[in-house]
Structure formats: structure tokens, C-alpha cells
């Protein structure tokens, strides 16, 4: 199979890759031609995976297509963009016309659930991986960027984090329990939902916001770098994913929640009078702390104690004396 016989049948031919009225000119040519509507601004980010570093080297290309760009989108909705196409750079060891179904189809399938249009790509021969780099659009001055967090403002979580974590050792067969509770984590990590619509609603609410891909903790770290201020996150505040609590013990659910990453829920700053509207909409969403002036963040137990984990310590929180 040649390379074009590859594109034409794989992705040209793809629901994800027809014309859209929303895409001025999509795959097929040298460039697509994105036209935001007056008053728009682009949103661009681009993510590459890579086998053995970011997926396992064996693994289903429809879970592989959906997650890529599952991915990738998220940043989108972190941003509160609307999204609008992407683009697929795809370096293949062979060509496994089987594998290579499964993937177009679950990259479709997480296209369509996104409402992203696949609008062109490279393709070439190498160790597997693939560079995804999708576009959005949101109203100028309205995207939520991680700089405008300001002390007094809730710290907030779209979900239970840490599912993904937890998925891992059942996604590697270091465990081999089965059941209702596996597959939700398995399903977490494989086919995460980009929280598109909660990154629409907090479009002139949130200060600051971003997708947890690194873990709570690093990713929190973020914000208050980016807007120089201290994140304060109360450990009894953390929502508790029902499954973590039936496959993990109570210590490595909350090492899980605050260090793992993949989750792919957002992580926003709020001020406190948007709350009750945001909730009412979107009832997973979890205040786990607050902004206070200062820098880096900051683990509270109950009572206010500094119980902040060792950098680096996955699964051992040491109390700072
Ligand atoms: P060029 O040589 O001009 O870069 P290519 O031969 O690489 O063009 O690709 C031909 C067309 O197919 C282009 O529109 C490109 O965007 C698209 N394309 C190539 N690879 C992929 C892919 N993996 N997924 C989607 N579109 C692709
Ligand atoms: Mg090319």
C-alpha cells in the first residue's frame, strides 16, 4: 500500500475528514484553511505520544485513536475553546491495514464525540507515535489561561481525579481483577471525555483553569507559578471516585488523586459567587481548596496542617515537621 492508497483510505475517507461548513478547506491539499468567525481568536495545541513512553508498545488501535486525540482536546477545553479541526501526524513501523482500521475508527469516534474535523496530517515510517495538533476558537480576551487566579477565588476540580492512575496497573496486567469498578477506570484512562462544555461554561467565570494531565498537585503548581499566587488544596475536600475507593487502599487513592495524571478533568480557579449557577449545571464539579496570596501550592489536612507531599513523593506523604 502506498502512502496516498494509506491517507485515502484510512483518513480521507473518514466521517471525521468531510467537509464542514465550519472548515473552509479541509484534508486533500497543502495546507487546510481555518476562517474564525470575526472576533474570534485561534486556540492551537499540539501533543505527541509516543509507544512504550505514553501508551504501551502492544495496545488496540481503536482505544489508541480515541485516546490520542481525547488527549490533545482537552487542552481545548481547558482553554474554553470551541472545537474546530486537527491535524494528524502519524509515524507507523509497518502497515497493519487491521491496526490501522481500529485506529482510524476510534480516532473517528472520539472526532465525532469532540466535534473536531480531522483537516490534514503527515504520514511516514518510523517507531510508532503520533503528533496530534488540534485548533479551537473562543471569543477574543475570553480564553481561560492559567495567569488570572486570584487569592480569595475557590479552587476547583471537574471530577474525581486519580481514575486514571488507577487504571494503569490493570492497563499493564500487573492486576487481573475484573468488574464494573476496573472497567470504569479502564474506560478513564483508554477514552477520557474532554470536558468541552464545562470549558465553554466557565468562559467569563473562571480566573484560571487547565487540564489535569500531570497530576493534581504539578498541574496546580502551574497556575500558581503562572499567576503568581499560592494554591491552597484541602485534603478532605478531594472528591473520591467510587471506584478508586473499592480497588485501592484510603493512602493510595489520595496519592493517586494528587500525583497521577491522564484524568484529563479541569482544574479551575473561581470566584466564589459563580459557584452555585456552575453546580447547578455541572454537579462533579468540587471545590478542594482555595487561592491565597503566596506561591507554590499547599496540602491542608482538616485541621489546617501543612501535610504538602515531598516533591517527588508518589505514595509516600511525609508530614514537614
Ligand atoms: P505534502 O507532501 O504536501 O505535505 P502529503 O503527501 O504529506 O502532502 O499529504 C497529502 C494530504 O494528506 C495533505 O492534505 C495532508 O494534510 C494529508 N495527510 C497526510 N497524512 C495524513 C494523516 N495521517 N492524516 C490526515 N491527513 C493526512
Ligand atoms: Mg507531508
Redesign the pocket.
Known amino acids: 500500500m502506498t502512502?496516498?492508497e494509506l491517507?485515502r483510505r484510512y483518513?480521507?475517507a473518514a466521517r471525521c475528514?468531510q467537509p464542514r461548513k465550519d472548515i473552509a478547506l479541509g484534508?486533500?491539499?497543502?495546507c487546510?484553511l481555518l476562517m474564525p468567525r470575526p472576533g474570534e481568536q485561534l486556540a492551537i495545541s499540539t501533543d505527541t505520544l509516543t509507544a512504550g513512553v505514553h501508551f504501551p508498545e502492544v495496545c488496540d488501535g481503536f482505544l489508541l485513536g480515541q485516546r490520542a486525540l481525547a488527549v490533545s482536546a482537552s487542552d481545548l477545553a481547558a482553554m474554553g475553546a470551541a472545537p474546530l479541526g486537527f491535524?494528524?501526524?502519524?509515524t507507523l513501523p509497518d502497515v497493519d491495514p487491521g491496526w490501522l482500521e481500529r485506529f482510524a475508527q476510534g480516532l473517528d469516534h472520539m472526532a465525532a464525540a469532540c466535534g473536531l474535523a480531522?483537516i490534514?496530517?503527515?504520514?511516514t515510517r518510523g517507531p510508532l507515535s503520533l503528533t496530534l495538533t488540534v485548533f479551537g476558537s473562543v471569543p477574543h480576551m475570553q480564553a481561560l489561561t492559567r495567569s488570572g487566579a486570584q487569592p480569595g477565588n475557590l479552587l476547583c476540580v471537574g471530577g474525581a481525579p486519580g481514575e486514571a492512575g488507577g487504571a494503569l496497573p490493570f492497563v499493564l496486567g500487573q492486576r487481573q481483577e475484573r468488574g464494573a469498578y476496573v472497567d470504569t477506570l479502564v474506560a478513564r484512562y483508554w477514552s477520557p471525555a474532554p470536558q468541552f462544555e464545562l470549558g465553554l461554561a466557565l468562559r467569563g467565570r473562571a480566573t484560571a483553569a487547565l487540564d489535569i494531565s500531570d497530576g493534581l498537585l504539578a498541574d496546580c503548581g502551574h497556575i500558581a507559578a503562572a499567576s503568581n499566587v499560592k494554591l491552597i488544596i484541602e485534603n478532605e475536600r478531594l472528591p473520591v471516585s467510587p471506584a478508586l475507593a473499592a480497588l485501592f487502599e484510603p493512602e493510595q487513592i489520595r496519592s493517586l488523586a494528587m500525583s497521577a495524571g491522564d484524568d484529563y478533568l479541569l482544574a479551575f480557579t473561581l470566584p466564589a459567587q459563580y459557584l452555585k449557577s456552575l453546580q447547578a449545571d455541572f454537579p462533579q464539579v468540587g471545590v478542594i481548596g482555595r487561592v491565597a496570596s503566596g506561591q507554590g501550592v499547599q496540602v491542608q489536612d482538616a485541621i489546617g496542617r501543612d501535610v504538602t507531599p515531598l516533591r517527588g513523593g508518589y505514595q509516600h506523604f511525609a508530614m514537614k515537621p
Open positions: 502512502e496516498f491517507i483518513f480521507a475528514a484534508l486533500g491539499d497543502d487546510a491535524t494528524l501526524a502519524l480531522l490534514g496530517g503527515d504520514t
